[in-house]
């Protein structure tokens, strides 16, 4: 059974930090791209951040670059996301997908190219 599950969400203070974990089973994560998305209430979901299968050559939204990282360890079937400096419009609900294509500048928002999707974690940052 594929799943894709997030965790390390939760409510932080602006300028504080949040380390997202996205857990992978059922797949052969070392196959697949990783990317981020988040969904604010009112709004269209938003690609912030991907990660490639082999080089692990990473791309970021304008929105996060500079303050998030996005990692993987295939090892512990594990995707990351850091989130530094957090702002009040970084709250949303964060989700982890996985897809077979070239993570670009391009396709990191681009959600028909994931396969799998996780079920999301809250992220609230306060002012």
């Known amino acids: 059974q594929v799943q894709l599950v997030e965790s390390g969400g939760g409510m932080v203070q602006t300028g504080g930090s949040l380390r997202l974990s996205c857990t992978a089973s059922?797949?052969?994560?070392?196959?697949?791209?990783f990317g981020w998305f988040r969904q604010a209430p009112g709004k269209e979901r938003e690609g912030i951040s991907c990660?490639?299968?082999?080089?692990?050559?990473?791309h970021y939204a304008e929105s996060v670059e500079g303050r998030f990282t996005i990692s993987r360890d295939n090892a512990k079937n594990t995707a990351y996301l850091q989130m530094n400096s957090l702002k009040p419009e970084d709250t949303a609900v964060y989700y982890c997908?996985?897809?077979?294509?070239?993570?670009?500048?391009?396709?990191?928002?681009?959600?028909?190219?994931?396969?799998?999707w996780g079920r999301g974690t809250q992220v609230t940052v306060s002012s």
């Open positions: 990660i490639a299968i082999h080089d692990y050559t990473t």
């Open positions: 997908a996985a897809g077979r294509f070239t993570c670009r500048a391009r396709t990191l928002s681009r959600g028909n190219y994931y396969d799998y």
């Open positions: 059922g797949f052969p994560m070392d196959a697949y791209a």
